[in-house]
């Protein structure tokens, strides 16, 4: 893989994606194409070694930009999208436009060039589980998305199959859960509670706290995406995860302690319409065809060294979080 186009590489897993390649792949050149909506910061990208990185700012939707680059590229990798469910739940325009159309429209351009293609998903797609459930997902699971996010990602996994079997487009596809670390947006679960905190506001838990998300590290994501593009089987799917099962409960009362606030420092709100119940993966396939596995297992020490990055990048969250909270507030979360 000489030369990659990361789509979404200025947001929270693109960018992350971007650093870990030029840190561990010195021969491969990247070209991120991101539109930088509310999402995506260029500031992700600095401290990239910018002989071996290139920004594209535009549109995945743009079919003669999307074309030009593709002719260039050995692969496309596709973070870009629109990512939170709270926002697709008040607006689901965008999500249908970036997540649906932007995806079509870089299969098409992978058709005609050639190009290899993986496409990155979410374990959302195969809708919940219940609490008590002894299963977790596997690639065999059946697709039940529960939101607009969701199905808009469920349609996208579908177009990458078809063009796969129908054209043979060269693709792989990956469905993670979770994830945390550094830069992600403040309208996600960890980093609003931190920087709440940080802001002498109060944490915000949804409906009785107790759903669960299987959370993974995003460099852990990185290095899985990395060895599926180079060893993944043409056509198939991954499932992405790090036994990281923790409820939203648990979560905020880890980062209530590390920040030296009481177990009940939070405010209970509303729930989300559709709130899916649990989320867990089973990565065997993953770790038994390709020998991945995960390195950042010790969750508390992630979050305490998440927890420091908000700290210590408050110039890079602050000026967003007014609004942020408005848009909350508007909907009583
Ligand atoms: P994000 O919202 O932080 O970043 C999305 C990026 O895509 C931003 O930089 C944005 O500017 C860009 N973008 C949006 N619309 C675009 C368009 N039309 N053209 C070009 N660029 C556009 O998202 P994230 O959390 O980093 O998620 C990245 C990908 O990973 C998504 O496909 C998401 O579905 C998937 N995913 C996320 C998680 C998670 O926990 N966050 C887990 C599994 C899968
Ligand atoms: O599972 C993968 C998915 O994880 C990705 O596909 C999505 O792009 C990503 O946003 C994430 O979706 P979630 O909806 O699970 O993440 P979010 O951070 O929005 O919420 C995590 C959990 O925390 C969820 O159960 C809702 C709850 N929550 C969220 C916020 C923002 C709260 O209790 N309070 C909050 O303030």
Redesign the pocket.
């Known amino acids: 893989m000489k030369s990659i186009i990361v789509?979404?590489?200025?947001?929270?897993?693109?960018s992350n994606f971007v650093h870990w390649v030029l840190d561990n792949k010195p021969d491969t050149q990247v070209t991120v194409?991101?539109?930088?909506?509310y999402?995506?910061?260029r500031e992700n990208l600095l401290g990239c070694d910018e002989a071996r990185m290139r920004f594209v700012h535009?549109?995945?939707?743009d079919v003669d930009l999307v074309d030009g680059l593709f002719a260039e590229a050995d692969a496309c990798v596709h973070?870009?999208?629109?990512?939170?469910n709270d926002n697709s739940i008040a607006d689901p325009s965008p999500f249908l436009?970036?997540n649906v159309q932007?995806t079509f429209t870089l299969l098409e351009a992978a058709r005609k060039h050639g190009t290899r293609f993986h496409h990155?998903?979410?374990?959302e797609v195969y809708g919940d589980l219940a609490l008590d459930d002894p299963k977790r997902f596997t690639e065999e699971s059946p697709y039940r998305p529960s939101s607009p996010y969701s199905s808009t990602?469920a349609a996208s996994d579908h177009l990458v199959r078809a063009w796969y079997r129908t054209y043979g487009v060269p693709v792989t596809l990956s469905n993670?859960?979770?994830?945390y670390g550094p830069r992600?947006?403040i309208e996600?679960f960890i980093p609003r509670q931190i920087t709440n905190i940080l802001s002498g506001l109060r944490p915000k838990l949804y409906g009785d706290g107790r759903n669960v998300r299987d959370w993974i590290h995003v460099d852990d994501h990185s290095s899985a995406v990395w060895t599926i593009l180079e060893n993944g089987a043409l056509g198939e799917t991954y499932l992405i995860g790090a036994d990281g099962e923790r409820s939203n409960i648990d979560v905020l009362r880890s980062i209530l302690e590390v920040m030296g606030r009481g177990a009940d420092d939070f405010d209970w709100v509303k729930d989300r319409p559709g709130h899916d119940r649990r989320y867990a993966i089973d990565s065997s396939k993953l770790r038994r065809d390709l020998g991945w596995s995960p390195e950042h297992t010790n969750f508390d020490e992630g979050l305490r060294q998440t927890i420091q990055w908000y700290i210590d990048n408050e110039s890079w969250w602050r000026s967003e979080k007014e609004a942020t909270e408005a848009k909350y507030a508007a909907s009583a979360q």
């Open positions: 789509t979404g590489g200025a947001g929270f897993i693109g194409l991101d539109a930088l909506t999402a995506g910061n535009g549109d995945i939707c973070f870009a999208a629109e990512s939170h436009r970036t932007g990155i998903s979410t374990d990602k993670c859960s979770n994830n992600q947006h996600k």
